[in-house]
């Protein structure tokens, strides 16, 4: 009975992989192949910006949507990095009691479950109350949001995990509390880098949090407090057209969009490899 019992398991995990296996690379043909057939008929779809009637089955392309997310994602992680980092910090028994870690811990997660469209009501909520229409500036605080959760739990992980006996030295040769930081984030960076990296992904493929920030302008941005879009709003837009020709520019986007999060991944685990020396016993 027991080996029974041992064998369905088995079976149904397997059935469970190859289900969840399915489904994904299912996604990711029709995708990448519609997507690529239609870049392959018009390349300079993603190099021009949309003309006035792009919508309507006019001329253009979505490179404006790729510089936005370019412009909104890369800040934002940046920010979202560096006060990851502060957060985490404090949250060691170096800076802050146990109770108040966990209270702060226990924010974060919640702030992490918390569906992104709600960040972006809460930032336009601040823009109406200030008389101000979408822009870039409201689009990366609507991310910073968004990814400062998820980054500050990975950089606290990978800091919590470092050996006592690291920090017990560090203390007994005289160092202050910033430089023995300083070390723990050097020890950390394999962590901190991979959370980073899928902050920014997350981020370049989140459009509720931007969709009422932004404006969804159909032009290159200008500034911080111009109107501006990104590539999940823009996949949206096209996907809803009556035409024909603009859903294919959808696949188009979406295949782009594909290829940054791969590149992405990849160049996480590369970077993970490479600071993973910094890890005692290597």
């Known amino acids: 009975m027991r080996y029974l019992e041992e064998k369905i398991v088995k079976i149904l995990?397997?059935?469970?992989i190859l289900a969840v296996l399915g489904?994904?690379?299912f996604i990711l043909f029709i995708t990448i192949s519609r997507g690529w057939i239609s870049i392959n008929e018009n390349p300079g779809i993603i190099f021009t910006t949309p003309g006035p009637r792009y919508l309507l089955g006019g001329e253009g392309g979505f490179f404006h949507a790729i510089a936005g997310s370019l412009y909104m994602v890369v800040p934002s992680t940046i920010i979202s990095l560096i006060l990851a980092c502060l957060i985490a910090l404090f949250l060691q028994s170096e800076y802050s009691s146990k109770r108040i870690s966990e209270i702060i811990r226990l924010f974060i997660d919640i702030l992490w479950g918390t569906p992104s469209i709600i960040y972006g009501?809460?930032?336009?909520?601040i823009l109406i109350s200030f008389h101000r229409r979408g822009c870039l500036l409201a689009g990366i605080v609507a991310l910073i949001f968004l990814e400062l959760p998820i980054i500050t739990r990975y950089v606290d992980e990978s800091i919590s995990s470092t050996p006592k006996e690291l920090k017990e030295i560090a203390y007994s040769m005289g160092l202050t509390r910033v430089e023995v930081s300083k070390i723990i984030l050097k020890y950390s960076s394999s962590g901190i880098i991979a959370g980073s990296l899928i902050g920014l992904g997350r981020a370049f493929g989140d459009a509720a949090s931007i969709i009422f920030t932004t404006g969804a302008a159909s032009t290159m941005p200008k500034g911080l407090l111009s109107?501006?879009?990104?590539?999940p709003v823009v996949i949206f837009q096209q996907a809803n057209s009556f035409y024909p020709s603009?859903?294919?520019h959808a696949y188009a986007a979406a295949f782009i969009l594909i290829i940054i999060i791969l590149i992405l991944s990849i160049t996480s685990r590369l970077l993970q490899k490479k600071f993973s020396k910094y890890t005692v016993g290597d």
């Open 246 to 248: 603009v859903r294919d």
């Open 13 to 16: 995990m397997i059935c469970s």
């Open 227 to 231: 109107s501006c879009t990104a590539l």
């Open 23 to 25: 489904s994904l690379l």
């Open 121 to 125: 009501l809460f930032v336009l909520t």
